[in-house]
């Protein structure tokens, strides 16, 4: 396997992703740009983080396959969301624990950043995935 994922002991602990990936493969995927949206580009749950938190994850599970790889292989995930604030925590989860059996994305997560922006490229865009992956 390409990727490890760890916490080493002395880091914050319980979060929803590893500290850690450590990749040894030589191939590398970016994905990026992932929103909620079909491919036909029609719009999925407007305004509803949840429901755009699955589908860009379903997108970016889509890309990964389409590249040879899987969340397994993932070093690491970016998260934009527009207008973030905490309150929002539990919206965001629940779209990252529907869609997580479908697409086979691990628990804990590989290492992730959420990152608050004012707004992305389109007023109906709440959430907007990158992932970077490491295969053999």
Same mark, same amino acid.
């Given at each position: 396997?390409?990727?490890? =994922? ?6 914050? !602990?319980?979060?929803?992703? =590893? ?7 030589? &191939? =590398? ?27 860009? #994850? &379903? ?15 993932? %070093? &690491? %995930? ?6 973030? @604030? ?18 086979? #994305?691990?628990?804990? %997560?590989?290492?992730? !950043? #959420?990152?608050?922006?004012?707004? #992305? ?10 992932? @970077?992956?490491?295969?053999?």
């Amino acid at each position: 396997m390409a990727v490890q =994922h760890v916490t080493p002991p002395g880091m914050l !602990s319980p979060v929803p992703y =590893h500290h850690v990936a450590v990749g040894t493969g030589t &191939r =590398h995927i970016h994905v990026s740009g992932q929103i909620a949206r079909r491919a036909d580009g029609a719009p999925v749950a407007p305004g509803d983080l949840a429901g755009q938190v699955a589908q860009a #994850l &379903r997108n970016t599970a889509v890309g990964l396959t389409g590249a040879g790889a899987t969340f397994a292989d993932v %070093l &690491r %995930l970016t998260f934009y969301v527009t207008g973030w @604030t905490p309150e929002k925590i539990g919206d965001f989860m629940a779209g990252v624990e529907s869609v997580a059996g479908e697409i086979g #994305l691990p628990a804990p %997560l590989p290492p992730a !950043s #959420l990152i608050g922006v004012e707004y #992305l490229f389109e007023p109906d865009v709440l959430v907007e995935v990158e992932a @970077t992956a490491l295969v053999d």
